[in-house]
């Protein structure tokens, strides 16, 4: 390691504006992503997307990029959706493409969003705009309290595994997928100090090592990154 810095490993890119910000800490950032996410753009996945966009509907979101699959179908639409959500990226796009105002509720996961969902909503139905490889959580609990859930496939994630050679202070992890996809070739020594998003990336990396997690305070790649600089300033 570089003598007098920290290095730490971000398992997606982030804002070059922040990892400057961390630099001049004496802190260095390495980028590189374990996941790549292509959005599903056959015939009928396009067609129940513009289905959706006419019906008045309670929508979910859980991944920016799933919202980034929605919106390449918008062209210029403002559908009549009450819309629940998790993670800072991810609200921040909904507000852009669908407004402030059509964002009825956040949470911080997917089980919490499920049961925010629940208690204040009144639909009988939502469509979960998603991934192949969503967790459970959020339909099992609605489903659970008795809303039925259309689960549409909008995006597809890849495991892009490099083998990494370098020694790391911390290591940050956004997602199951991407904890899978580095531990597939990685091991970590027993003092690198491992940050996850949320309790789900938290429970996956448990599944391959005994190292010192530490949980995300706030859903967001920026919160996380700053949580990691706090720690080790």
């Known amino acids: 390691m570089e003598q007098n810095k920290i290095n730490i490993l971000s398992t997606r890119p982030l804002n070059k504006s922040l990892v400057n910000e961390a630099k001049e800490a004496g802190i260095l950032i390495d980028e590189l992503s374990f996941i790549e996410t292509e959005p599903i753009q056959d015939i009928a996945t396009q067609q129940e997307i513009e289905q959706a966009y006419l019906q008045s509907s309670t929508v979910v979101f859980t991944s920016m990029n799933a919202v980034d699959a929605v919106i390449a179908w918008q062209d210029g639409q403002q559908p009549d959706w009450v819309i629940y959500c998790m993670g800072n990226t991810t609200s921040q796009l909904i507000k852009e493409y669908f407004g402030e105002q059509s964002i009825a509720g956040t949470a911080g996961s997917a089980a919490e969003l499920a ?31 008795g809303i039925d859930v259309q689960e549409i496939l909008v995006y597809e994630t890849i495991h892009t595994a490099h083998q990494i050679s370098k020694a790391y202070h911390g290591i940050l992890f956004y997602s199951p997928s991407a904890v899978s996809s580095f531990f597939s070739k990685n091991k970590v020594p027993q003092q690198t100090i491992l940050f996850a998003i949320g309790h789900t990336t938290a429970t996956t990396i448990q599944q391959y090592c005994n190292n010192t997690i530490i949980v995300g305070k706030a859903p967001g790649k920026e919160e996380l990154v700053r949580q990691a600089m706090e720690y080790f300033s």
């Open 115 to 145: 049961e925010l969902i629940a208690e204040e909503s009144d639909a009988d139905e939502v469509i979960f705009f998603c991934g192949e490889q969503r967790r459970d959580e959020l339909p099992a609990i609605l489903r659970s309290k």
